[in-house]
């Protein structure tokens, strides 16, 4: 289950010109409940050495916040991804979950990759009313992080400023709580949007910044 990452709130500055900013965000009143919980972090991600950074960092920061927290290429590193599972097979995972004493998850990806006119602003996304009535947990395949820059570096195009294209990168993090009944199990979902980062480390910690900050609220 390679293909899994996400994103959470707060507006934050980069010490460059790239910036980041919480867009829409929702929280049930279960929230607060899920600190006291296991929390599974997925980053969906095709790419294994992403998905180890993304989660590791995520994991390192809720485990300083005293919240037990473990990244899914720890303890599951053998899941298949899929474009779809069945119900035997969601039930299954689920059981594989409870078996390990899991009682939340941190879901965290990309939704979208949006280029404009730097003098425009993109129309960004918002958190659908159906999306926060969706209850229960069911494994998919989501969209992923192969579009943000790689982590060791960044391939300037030196075009990109005579064509005034600025990137916008909107990240989504998802949390449920397992312990809840199946329709109130989502208790999260926020959306952040990263503008042209100079730097692949400036997603990453402004990614761990937002996530951070939604638990110590």
């Not at 969706?134 to 982590?151: C, H, Q, R, V, W």
Request: hydrophobic share 35%; glycine share 4%.
């Amino acid at each position: 289950m390679n293909k899994y990452v996400s994103i959470l709130c707060l507006a934050l500055l980069f010490t460059s010109c790239g910036a980041s900013e919480v867009i829409d965000s929702w929280k049930s009143d279960n929230f607060q409940n899920i600190k006291g919980n296991k929390i599974l972090v997925i980053a969906k991600t095709p790419d294994p050495i992403v998905q180890k950074t993304y989660e590791k960092a995520i994991v390192s920061k809720l485990q300083g916040q005293h919240i037990d927290a473990i990244g899914m290429h720890r303890i599951f590193p053998d899941i298949e991804d899929k474009e779809q599972r069945t119900t035997e097979e969601v039930e299954q995972i689920l059981r594989m979950f409870k078996d390990k004493k899991i009682e939340g998850l941190l879901i965290t990806s990309l939704k979208q990759t949006i280029e404009t006119n730097s003098s425009s602003k993109p129309e960004r996304g918002k958190i659908q009313i159906e999306n926060k009535r969706k209850g229960s947990f069911t494994i998919e395949a989501y969209d992923n992080l192969t579009d943000l820059p790689d982590l060791d570096k960044l391939d300037f195009d030196t075009s990109k400023g005579s064509k005034n294209i600025a990137i916008t990168y909107i990240l989504e993090s998802i949390t449920y709580d397992l312990t809840l009944e199946k329709d109130q199990q989502l208790v999260n979902v926020c959306l952040l949007d990263v503008v042209d980062p100079d730097a692949a480390d400036q997603v990453l910690n402004a990614f761990v910044k937002m996530i951070s900050d939604q638990f110590k609220k």
